[in-house]
Structure formats: C-alpha cells, structure tokens
C-alpha cells in the first residue's frame, strides 16, 4: 500500500519542546517511516495518523533514561523505534540496530543513510546470535517480558540497564518476569512512566 506524504500528519506542538534543534531531522524521519514504512510493511498504515504520539514522542521521551556516550542495542529494531529516534537526539550515543529480516535491515540501511546518521550500526541478527555486550539494551513492541528477558538481558553488561518499552500492562509483564530476571542477573527492576501526551510511555527499567 502506498501512502502519500500528505497523509502523515503534521507535528504535534509539544514536538519542538522535546525534540528542541533536531525536530527537523525528527520530521524527516517520521515521513519516511509514515511513507516509505508503510509501502515496504515496516509499519501498519492504521498507524500513520497517530505516528507522531504513539511512536515517535513515545520513543523520544525515554532517551533521558540512557547515560551519556553510552553504547546501546536496539533489539527488534524493526522500523527504527527507538534507536533512530534515539540517535537523531542523541549524537554522543551509539546505536546498534538489530534485526533479522532482510527487508527491514535493508530499510534502515537506507534512513541511516538518507539522514546521515554517523552513530549508528545496521546489524542483520537474531539477538541471540551477538556476541558482544552493551550499556543499554532496549526493546519495543518485541514480546511480553518472560519472553523478551533471555534475548535481551545476555546483551547487558554488568552494570548496565535494559529500558524495555511496554504499555499499560507495563506492571504486570514485569511481575510474570521477576523470576526469569533474577536468573539472568537482574539487581534491581522498577517501571517508570512518562506522561508527556495523552498516551504516557512506560518503561520496564531492569538494571544488571
């Protein structure tokens, strides 16, 4: 399905206060994703008309959670959420994409690209498969928590954080994982919750 561009609404006005000088970049970004995504199955196209509060502000709140100069994989990546969002805002940070399928490496290779984006890594794997480890590891729209925790967690070295972004079942995912997390080396866990818009963002902090 092909959508137009002036199909993707305008930003929201919040966008400047949180995205400050790179809401342009942000803009950029979000066309592509609401155009281009959509053609190519990255994203569905009932999401368009909400794209800017449910994916691109709900992505962008949480980069105040990640420690500077810091090392991030994006497990899933799938269109680029968060870690785009993350290293368009972020520029001292570095951001590894991971994902399996070929169409959706394929698509992130060409925004990195088209955006110029220097701080980040295009990785075509399972995360299972990476044999490195990272300061911040973060997952979104991938799987419940029991589910998420043995991709995820192998993938944060001692000290760092996983910042795996939920919804409104946020608590309960992290009471189903609390076992499986004490296993894999979990110190602490907690969920924060961003109310910027209507639709707050919440996060499933697990520090290691």
Not at 24 to 38: N, P
Not at 147 to 171: C, D, H, Y
């Amino acid at each position: 399905m092909s959508v137009s561009r002036e199909t993707v609404p305008g930003p929201p006005d919040e966008v400047s206060k949180i995205f400050g000088s790179k809401h342009g970049l942000i803009s950029r970004f979000t066309h592509i994703l609401g155009t281009d995504g959509v053609t190519r199955g990255v994203i569905g196209p009932r999401e368009v008309p909400r794209i800017w509060e449910r994916h691109i502000i709900n992505c962008g709140v949480v980069q105040s959670a990640v420690p500077s100069r810091a090392r991030v994989a994006d497990v899933g990546s799938g269109g680029g959420l968060p870690g785009i969002v993350w290293a368009i805002m972020r520029p001292d940070i570095h951001i590894s994409l991971i994902e399996p399928l070929l169409r959706r490496t394929t698509f992130l290779e060409q925004i990195v690209g088209e955006l110029e984006l220097v701080n980040v890594s295009v990785v075509r794997a399972r995360a299972e498969e990476v044999q490195e480890t990272f300061d911040v590891v973060t997952a979104r729209a991938v799987a419940r928590m029991k589910k998420l925790v043995p991709w995820t967690m192998p993938l944060v070295r001692e000290g760092g954080v996983l910042l795996a972004i939920k919804g409104q079942n946020a608590s309960l995912e992290l009471e189903e994982a609390r076992q499986v997390l004490n296993q894999f080396g979990a110190r602490s866990m907690q969920v924060t919750c961003y109310e910027t818009t209507d639709i707050p963002t919440r996060v499933v902090e697990v520090r290691k």
